[in-house]
């Protein structure tokens, strides 16, 4: 979804009920900071569409997003009495050309 605003967005995504997922495209890295400290959200992707984290971070959300008292799987203690934010980011140097995932090229 689009907005014309990073106001509008912001508001957009933490009036909704649900809290599981969002991510923001940009190349400006104080928007990101400050995105990802505001939104309402289990999972931030910073260019990075879906922002599924690794196995040691529970899969799942804030407000209507979650069933019970905990998540799915992890640190079930910590978790019961805090609400962690998994980020997921990616920055791309634009003097090389293309994408690079990092994998090994030997």
Same mark, same amino acid.
């Given at each position: 979804?689009?907005?014309?605003?990073?106001?509008?967005?912001?508001?957009?995504?933490?009036?909704?009920?649900?809290?599981?997922?969002? /991510?923001?495209?940009?190349?400006? !890295?104080?928007?990101?900071?400050? =995105?990802?400290?505001?939104?309402?959200? *289990? +999972?931030? @992707?910073?260019?990075?569409?879906?922002?599924?984290?690794? /196995?040691?971070?529970?899969?799942? !959300?804030?407000?209507?997003?979650? =069933?019970?008292?905990?998540?799915?799987? *992890? +640190?079930? @203690?910590?978790?019961?009495?805090?609400?962690?934010?998994?980020?997921?980011?990616?920055?791309?140097?634009?003097?090389?050309?293309?994408?690079?995932?990092?994998?090994?090229?030997?």
């Amino acid at each position: 979804m689009r907005v014309r605003s990073y106001e509008e967005g912001l508001h957009l995504i933490n009036s909704n009920a649900y809290g599981n997922g969002t /991510a923001i495209f940009t190349n400006d !890295g104080g928007a990101a900071r400050r =995105f990802q400290n505001e939104v309402e959200v *289990g +999972m931030v @992707g910073i260019n990075v569409p879906i922002p599924v984290p690794v /196995a040691y971070y529970s899969f799942g !959300g804030f407000k209507d997003s979650i =069933f019970g008292s905990s998540k799915a799987y *992890g +640190m079930q @203690g910590f978790q019961f009495f805090t609400r962690e934010k998994a980020i997921t980011s990616r920055w791309l140097d634009p003097s090389h050309g293309g994408i690079n995932l990092g994998f090994p090229q030997n």
